[in-house]
């Protein structure tokens, strides 16, 4: 990927983490950590051919684990303690 776009995927993400911290658009932020965390698993799955845990700890099970964080604040709509 390029650099221009990296740096918007990670300023996107830094952004969406900042958000459901704060109880701010938690289901937006939980929405755009989920599309980063599959194209992630997509890289490493595909293009890649990552296992699941492979050498090193370097495989796609952290990211199943944060996208489905995020599918559970995206579904409850993040709790009882959202500001909006």
Partial sequence: MSPALTSFVGIAEIAAAIS???GVFTQVGAAI?????????YKKI???NTGFYADK???W???LM??????VIFT???GY???V
Avoid: E, K, R, S
């Avoid at 944060?66 to 599918?71: D, E």
């Fill in 20 to 22: 459901i911290a704060f």
């Fill in 46 to 48: 595909i293009a890649w």
């Fill in 61 to 63: 099970h952290y990211d």
């Fill in 81 to 83: 303690l959202v500001l």
């Fill in 57 to 59: 700890g370097f495989g």
């Fill in 33 to 41: 950590i989920m599309g980063v965390m599959v194209v992630a698993m």
């Fill in 66 to 71: 944060f996208f489905a964080g995020a599918l």
């Fill in 76 to 78: 409850t709509g993040g």
